[in-house]
């Protein structure tokens, strides 16, 4: 079945650029679909920052669009986001997921997720 | 943006007992919404999709139904598994996906 595992720094300082990649073993990126990003502040709920279709077409969650790069690597099997300036706001668990339906829609399977921490 | 709103925002139900979820969209979203799992410390896991579909392996203790704007999660028989916390979904908007705020199950 199709996995899915973030990874990347756990600590990140303010005004610096957050970094992750997830990993997706079990299909292959190219055949299709689209591939996300949510993140989750501690004790809060989830927010979506942006998604990429499988050719590398990226769509940003317009509060985040600034600052988010989300591309698509076929030849590793992965996908990845960067965020910019980040503020201790960015403070948050980062989960990757697919949106593998016809439509883009819903998510699943996901990450397990990664905390990011950000500070100095 | 379509905001999404849940209540409760919390709840506390016994074993056994019938749970009902409200999820209320800003705008028409037809029915593109689905619903999820998440326990602490975990991913969220997708329970329903398209307001009533259930997603291949969960209980059909759950069950989804609405459209348009307002929306339900009933949990028919409240197991020890089902304490978690429950989100919404709108992917009506296309590719601009928002979520409801959460409704937390604990044990009363």
């Known amino acids: 079945q199709v996995q899915l595992q973030e990874s990347g720094p756990g600590l990140v300082k303010p005004s610096e650029t957050l970094s992750l990649t997830c990993a997706v073993s079990g299909y292959s990126i190219s055949s299709g679909y689209y591939w996300g990003w949510i993140r989750q502040p501690p004790g809060k709920g989830l927010e979506w920052i942006g998604s990429i279709y499988h050719s590398g077409s990226t769509y940003y969650n317009p509060s985040l669009k600034s600052r988010v790069t989300i591309s698509v690597d076929t030849s590793k099997n992965q996908f990845s986001l960067k965020l910019s300036s980040v503020t201790a706001a960015d403070t948050a668990v980062y989960y990757c997921?697919?949106?593998?339906?016809?439509?883009?829609?819903?998510?699943?399977?996901w990450g397990q997720g990664t905390l990011v921490t950000v500070s100095s | 943006a379509i905001r999404m709103t849940q209540s409760p925002s919390s709840l506390s139900a016994s074993t056994g007992d019938r749970v009902t979820i409200t999820c209320r969209a800003s705008?028409?979203?037809?029915?593109?919404l689905a619903w999820y799992q998440q326990k602490p410390g975990k991913a969220p896991k997708l329970l329903i999709y398209?307001?009533?579909t259930l997603q291949s392996g969960v209980p059909s203790r759950f069950s989804g139904s609405g459209s348009g704007t307002d929306f339900t999660l009933t949990i028919s028989c409240l197991q020890s598994e089902d304490f978690a916390t429950y989100y919404c979904?709108?992917?009506?908007?296309?590719?601009?996906?928002?979520f409801g705020p959460g409704t937390k199950v604990d044990i009363k």
């Open positions: 705008q028409g979203i037809s029915s593109y």
């Open positions: 398209a307001a009533s």
């Open positions: 997921a697919s949106q593998m339906a016809t439509i883009p829609g819903w998510f699943d399977p």
């Open positions: 979904q709108q992917y009506y908007s296309y590719l601009l996906f928002t």
